[in-house]
């Protein structure tokens, strides 16, 4: 076994016990030999703590790794493997503690602790983007001139400016156009695309049935779009357009601005579907 004084905890004999830290993790006074990044794994059974020492591996000899100290705990071996790669702590941990600047946050299934520890990154990404404004950067900008986009805001539900969405939030986009010239029927609307330019969602306000128009010159009109961020985790980008019916661009934003999307876990693709799963 190898007991640990901060924090209070041991880890028992034939045993692998991951460790997500979050500030240092201090392996003093600890009766075990000591791993650091790019280390081998050992070939004998012992007590051993590898402080990422699989950080820099490639993916083939990560999985080798993790065989290898699968092998050690069955020959009686003691390891506990500091790391933040999910995928290897779930591959190979029994237990998973979970310390931040010593004290123990979580401990238990790897399941169960993981859960808990994305839920928390999760809610950090969201408050660390909560109150940023998105910069108005876009890749290409078109248009004849007739109005310009003063503004898009990424917004959340309370209608504050953010830069991260959490996955399956109620979310708003703001756009205003301020108009040159009179138009009949102006058409505005937006386009959430992934950052390699895969088109997710876009809608308008003639698709949905709304008419802004007439507007004269010198007139500013703003568009709420609401909806349920129903996207997976990730990086995307927002494109908003005024228009013409007939496609005509008065100004055209290509990618303006960028946001992000959190989650307390992974979901594959683009779309967050929330199945509800059974077994029949």
């Known amino acids: 076994m190898i007991q640990f004084t901060a924090p209070d ?10 460790v997500i830290p979050e500030g240092e993790f201090s392996a003093a006074g600890a009766k075990a030999t ?11 059974p012992g007590n051993f703590i590898l402080e990422q020492t699989l950080a820099l591996a490639p993916a083939f000899d990560k999985a080798r790794a993790a065989s290898e100290l699968l092998r050690l705990r069955r020959a009686g071996a003691t ?9 290897l702590l779930e591959a190979c941990a029994d237990e998973i503690w979970w310390i931040r ?6 401990r238990g299934d ?16 969201r408050e660390a983007g ?21 503004s898009i805001e990424i917004l959340d539900e309370g209608g504050e400016p953010t830069v991260t969405w959490r996955s399956g939030e109620s979310a708003l986009v703001r756009v205003s156009v301020r108009f040159a010239a009179r138009i009949e029927d102006p058409v505005i609307g937006i386009l959430i695309r992934t950052r390699i330019g895969l088109n997710v969602y876009g809608t308008n306000t003639e698709l949905e049935g709304i008419h802004t128009g007439p507007v004269e010159p010198g007139r500013t009109v703003r568009v709420a779009f609401r909806f349920v961020c129903n996207l997976c985790p990730g990086d995307y980008t927002m494109t908003a357009a005024s228009h013409d019916p007939d496609g005509v661009w008065h100004d055209w934003m290509e990618d303006a601005v960028a946001f992000s999307v959190a989650d307390s876990r992974y979901t594959a693709g683009v779309a967050n579907l929330r199945a509800k799963v059974t077994v029949e």
């Open 34 to 44: 000591v791993l650091g990044p790019g280390d081998a794994i050992p070939r004998e």
């Open 79 to 87: 390891v506990v493997l500091v790391s933040h790669d999910e995928a």
């Open 130 to 150: 909560s109150g940023a404004t998105a910069a108005l950067a876009p890749v290409i900008r078109s248009g004849d001139g007739r109005a310009s986009l003063e």
């Open 110 to 125: 790897p399941g169960e602790v993981l859960r808990k520890y994305r839920c928390q990154v999760a809610a950090r990404l």
């Open 101 to 106: 600047h010593g004290q123990m946050i979580a």
């Open 9 to 18: 905890a041991t880890a028992p004999d034939a045993s692998i016990i991951g």
